[in-house]
């Protein structure tokens, strides 16, 4: 069976079983993953176990949220396809962590689903084009810019940008902080705080990436991700989970242990308030 024969019969199938448009995506972003990337690869291997974290954790969102099918759906297709790039850089560039060496992986997932209209054998209808487009360009920017976006694609960027970063907590509790980040243990447990990293912290900021000087900036900037989420039920997830008790509980900090107390605090503080109100 050639390949055309497989994707005609394939969108029939789709129209046949009234299949959802995520059931859909998933079946040939399965065989797209198998077919371009060895599987054996741990880091690829760690993309596909978080991309259908991020899966959940958009299906968890647009549940709390009350969102019908049509947007749930559409959520879930934007957590399915939002790091394709990732597995492209991860092939080629054997790291994650640095969109500034290589190349950003939100451009990078834009350009391989849309400048061939490769989005078409995920999806099969282009009337969602724009949001899924918007969502995944927008969803690793440190700040995204509302302007120009309509209700709809705000929402989605919204959505995807935390379960992003829900996922990334759940990840950093557990993984390989080599195969995730480029450094080790060692890197985060003797290096000292960057003031700038510090203070942005303490006051609530997301960490800039050019304003990281050491390991231990890295692990913080991870963290700091909690000042960035748009949703009550993303913190109520994260204070379930105990993310924010474990990531600070990761690591022995041998030259700044004070410091980082404080900045637990601060951040459980952060938390306790953002679910109380
Ligand atoms: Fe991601």
Do not use: P
């Given at each position: 069976?050639?390949?055309?024969?497989?994707?005609?019969?394939?969108?029939?199938?789709e129209m046949m079983y009234k299949m959802s448009?995520?059931l859909?995506?998933?079946?040939?972003?399965?065989?797209?993953?198998?077919?371009?990337?060895?599987?054996?690869?741990?880091?690829?291997?760690?993309?596909?176990?978080?991309?259908?974290?991020?899966?959940?954790?958009?299906?968890?969102?647009?549940?709390?949220?009350?969102?019908?099918?049509?947007?749930?759906?559409?959520?879930?297709?934007?957590?399915?396809?939002?790091?394709?790039?990732?597995?492209?850089?991860?092939?080629?560039?054997?790291?994650?962590?640095?969109?500034?060496?290589?190349?950003?992986?939100?451009?990078?997932?834009?350009?391989?689903?849309?400048?061939?209209?490769?989005?078409?054998?995920?999806?099969?209808?282009?009337?969602?084009?724009?949001?899924?487009?918007?969502?995944?360009?927008?969803?690793?920017?440190?700040?995204?810019?509302?302007?120009?976006?309509?209700?709809?694609?705000?929402?989605?960027?919204?959505?995807?940008?935390?379960?992003?970063?829900?996922?990334?907590?759940?990840?950093?509790?557990?993984?390989?902080?080599?195969?995730?980040?480029?450094?080790?243990?060692?890197?985060?447990?003797?290096?000292?705080?960057?003031?700038?990293?510090?203070?942005?912290?303490?006051?609530?900021?997301?960490?800039?990436?050019?304003?990281?000087?050491?390991?231990?900036?890295?692990?913080?900037?991870?963290?700091?991700?909690?000042?960035?989420?748009?949703?009550?039920?993303?913190?109520?997830?994260?204070?379930?989970?105990?993310?924010?008790?474990?990531?600070?509980?990761?690591?022995?900090?041998?030259?700044?242990?004070?410091?980082?107390?404080?900045?637990?605090?601060?951040?459980?503080?952060?938390?306790?308030?953002?679910?109380?109100?």
């Amino acid at each position: 069976m050639n390949v055309y024969y497989y994707l005609a019969n394939y969108h029939k199938m789709e129209m046949m079983y009234k299949m959802s448009m995520y059931l859909f995506a998933q079946k040939y972003f399965n065989n797209f993953i198998h077919h371009n990337f060895d599987m054996n690869d741990e880091k690829i291997l760690h993309k596909v176990k978080h991309t259908y974290q991020v899966v959940n954790n958009a299906k968890y969102i647009c549940e709390k949220l009350n969102l019908d099918e049509l947007n749930t759906d559409i959520a879930m297709v934007i957590a399915l396809l939002h790091d394709i790039g990732r597995f492209t850089q991860a092939k080629e560039m054997q790291t994650f962590r640095e969109d500034i060496t290589s190349f950003d992986h939100a451009t990078l997932g834009v350009k391989l689903l849309f400048e061939k209209n490769e989005i078409r054998n995920f999806v099969s209808s282009s009337e969602y084009d724009e949001i899924i487009k918007k969502a995944i360009r927008n969803h690793s920017k440190y700040i995204f810019d509302e302007n120009g976006l309509s209700d709809m694609e705000i929402l989605h960027c919204k959505i995807i940008r935390d379960a992003d970063k829900i996922d990334s907590f759940r990840a950093k509790t557990v993984d390989d902080i080599y195969t995730m980040a480029n450094i080790y243990a060692e890197d985060i447990e003797n290096s000292l705080i960057t003031d700038k990293v510090y203070n942005d912290f303490m006051n609530e900021k997301t960490i800039v990436s050019k304003d990281r000087k050491t390991g231990i900036d890295i692990w913080i900037s991870y963290i700091a991700f909690l000042f960035g989420l748009n949703f009550k039920c993303s913190y109520q997830l994260i204070k379930e989970k105990d993310y924010i008790d474990k990531l600070f509980d990761r690591f022995e900090y041998k030259l700044d242990a004070k410091k980082m107390k404080e900045l637990k605090k601060k951040a459980l503080n952060y938390l306790d308030q953002k679910i109380r109100f």
